[in-house]
């Protein structure tokens, strides 16, 4: 590969050697001056990372991150600040690294151990560290041995849920949450005003024979619905609530009532493209919805919202039923998958079946984080389809990972985004 088209290619991903982040540097001196307390007191006055303007583009911030462990063979960062693809695994230029961890590089002389990276000053996403003292143990996705950052008071999920949950594969997984000083909050969208309640209740449904809890938001004139998929994230884990209360209150949306479903992820044939969970969403959940909160019998007012399997779901119930749904935010959905056993033999599936199927009259809402990998192509090639097939598509890119974390923010401009095609 030519040097400068490497140098540029390794520009674009951020990656390659560290680059010098004179915060850092400096800091580490001290530490070879006077001992290792003194990074521990820079990183708890940081609250985390060390990060900077970088010097070179005021465009870019430079993120160290540091881990403090002397008696360690070894230290990884779980979790990626910057996107790590297959030619990036294969080039050496990430010596070790993995597609979900890398190595961080101990500093001679010192107990710590480091790695720096030029980003986006949009970056939101999350991170832990694994330490080991012997060789690098095999590779998984989910650390349950991996630590938070002691430095770093942000936790996904937070500590104190706000609604109890039930265990799960995933139950104790905790990671730091890095979000540097451009990435979006609630605040933008202008201040709080009074707080909706979230009214739990539960929903059996004759299809599936499932008992499931709801969590409705309810705000005063609410002229539209929107069904969110894994209400139990929603309601336990995000300020959700907080957002919405903002977009209403300033009018950046009209009112709508969000209906936070649980998703029963135990259980077969829930969200994906699971038939009889998309027809007991639409034909039994909806109206049982609009009938209890008095909310109007419109699809070109109702959306469906997912994320991840909850995203691919929600593209699939609003071709599978727009005289439900007149709107879809597909959230980092897993549009790779198929109607295979291992999802991979037929990918592509559903772009075919939009593409070969009848057109239906429904817009559509789509992001993804450039940290997902192959989710950033899917989400491409389905946007790409639906524009080719005549649908509205809002389509956006977020500087961040697959999370709940990320997903807060980007559902909110995907929602001020679909409603503001409705008549007002």
């Known amino acids: 590969m030519d040097a400068d088209v490497l140098d540029g290619w390794k520009r674009t991903r951020g990656i390659g050697p560290d680059p010098v982040h004179p915060a850092w540097e400096e800091l580490l001196a001290a530490a070879r001056a006077h001992g290792d307390d003194v990074v521990d007191a820079a990183l708890a006055r940081a609250g985390g990372p060390l990060v900077s303007v970088d010097p070179d583009d005021d465009g870019k911030r430079l993120v160290t991150f540091v881990r403090r462990a002397p008696r360690a063979t070894g230290v990884d960062?779980?979790?990626?600040?910057?996107?790590?693809?297959?030619?990036?695994?294969?080039?050496?230029?990430?010596?070790?690294?993995?597609?979900?961890?890398?190595?961080?590089?101990?500093?001679?002389?010192?107990?710590?151990?480091?790695?720096?990276?030029?980003?986006?000053?949009?970056?939101?996403?999350?991170?832990?560290?694994?330490?080991?003292?012997?060789?690098?143990?095999?590779?998984?996705?989910?650390?349950?041995?991996?630590?938070?950052?002691?430095h770093n008071p942000r936790r996904f999920p937070p500590a104190q849920p706000r609604h109890e949950l039930p265990a799960t594969r995933h139950s104790g997984v905790v990671e730091s949450v890095l979000a540097l000083d451009q990435a979006p909050t609630h605040e933008r969208w202008g201040p709080a005003s009074a707080s909706t309640p979230l009214a739990e209740t539960t929903f059996s449904g004759t299809i599936l024979k499932r008992t499931r809890r709801v969590w409705a938001y309810v705000p005063d004139r609410a002229a539209g619905l929107v069904v969110l998929h894994d209400g139990q994230q929603w309601a336990a884990h995000t300020d959700l609530v907080d957002g919405l209360d903002r977009l209403i209150g300033n009018a950046h949306i009209p009112p709508v009532a969000v209906v936070m479903v649980e998703a029963l992820r135990g259980e077969p044939d829930e969200l994906g493209v699971g038939e009889a969970f998309t027809r007991s969403i639409a034909t039994e959940l909806v109206p049982w919805v609009r009938e209890r909160w008095g909310l109007p019998d419109a699809a070109a007012r109702t959306i469906v919202a997912g994320q991840s399997w909850g995203g691919l779901n929600a593209v699939?119930?609003?071709?599978?039923?727009?005289?439900?749904?007149?709107?879809?935010?597909?959230?980092?959905?897993?549009?790779?998958?198929?109607?295979?056993?291992?999802?991979?033999?037929?990918?592509?599936?559903?772009?075919?079946?939009?593409?070969?199927?009848?057109?239906?009259?429904?817009?559509?809402?789509?992001?993804?984080?450039?940290?997902?990998?192959?989710m950033v192509p899917a989400s491409r090639h389905l946007r790409d389809v639906l524009v080719a097939r005549g649908h509205h598509v809002d389509y956006r890119e977020f500087e961040g990972c697959h999370s709940w974390a990320c997903w807060e923010h980007s559902l909110l401009d995907a929602l001020v985004a679909i409603t503001a095609r409705w008549p007002r």
């Open 316 to 374: 699939h119930s609003a071709m599978r039923h727009p005289e439900v749904f007149g709107n879809a935010i597909g959230q980092s959905g897993s549009y790779w998958h198929g109607q295979s056993a291992t999802g991979w033999d037929d990918y592509g599936h559903l772009m075919a079946e939009i593409a070969t199927g009848a057109r239906v009259d429904v817009a559509f809402a789509l992001d993804v984080g450039s940290l997902e990998g192959d």
């Open 77 to 150: 960062l779980v979790g990626h600040p910057v996107h790590v693809d297959a030619a990036a695994l294969t080039s050496g230029l990430l010596a070790g690294a993995t597609r979900h961890r890398l190595p961080m590089h101990r500093a001679e002389g010192t107990g710590l151990w480091h790695r720096t990276f030029r980003v986006s000053p949009r970056l939101r996403t999350l991170y832990q560290y694994r330490t080991h003292a012997g060789p690098a143990r095999p590779e998984v996705i989910g650390f349950f041995d991996a630590e938070t950052d002691p």
